[in-house]
């Protein structure tokens, strides 16, 4: 895939329609973008929120959407509560946050009564159409797991291939960034690196191309790679970058999209269902390819 428009077409192409529940869900943003992958046939909404709210938007807005299906709740704790526990009834094939805070949405999906983690760990999977690269790529963990050990890392790993080899990447190429290619025991990112190569070709945990540790340039540039002298088979070619900790993370992903021209989706991969886990400040753009990107997961 080139551009996220290729998401569009590649769920038109499964043509089957998916129910999406959205978590407080009077935001003007999300109910545009839902209505327009409701009219291209492939979604049906439910939504849980203020009614009133609701309804108001998409008559406002004369957005083509039904809101048959709508449960009102009386605040946000309500709202993510409800939509986790309808997911897991099994009455959604998709859960998004709407507009409530990531915290409270995250809280009741891990509530280890009646929340939706799979085995494994939960995960964030950024997917960017950048004007600088030649296909689109893939950024993990920016959102969810803030320190990772190797443990995590190796299931962040797997989500992130997993994401990929549903949108038909059969092995994808993933580097593992640090600052530096060489192994320093006071960089624990090198170190972490080392020992998932080592670990991926004792007994492949993954259906990829592993390689770390690697600095960023030398991931996304063959040219990088060559001038210093670095044997790579990912450089210029890599479809997955997998960062340290969070903070490298976050503010990679928003220097991308706000300095770097890029164009974003983003999901959480390793619960019951995918999670489409947008910023409220996020475009009506960027929440209409991640759900698309969503869509693509269902059922893999």
Known sequence: MKSLHDLIVFARKKNVKKKIIIASAEDEFVLSAISKLYKLGILTPVFVGNRTKITEIVEKKKLDLPIDQLYHVKNELESARLTVELVKDGEADIIMKGLLPTKEFIKEILNKEFGIVAEGS??????????????????????????????VKKHIIQNAVKTFKALGVKCPKVALLAAIEKINPKMQATVDAANLIDMQNKDPFAECLLEGPLALDVAISEHAAQHKGIASRVAGYVDILVVPEITVGNVFYKSLTYLGGAKAAGILIGAKVPVVLSSRADSEESKYYSIALAYNLCNT
Do not use: M, R, W
Not at 124 to 150: C, E, M, R
């Open 122 to 151: 939960l995960s964030h999977v950024g997917l960017f159409q950048s004007p600088y690269y030649p296909k689109l790529f893939g950024l993990t963990d920016a959102a969810i797991n803030i320190d990772p050990d190797i443990s």
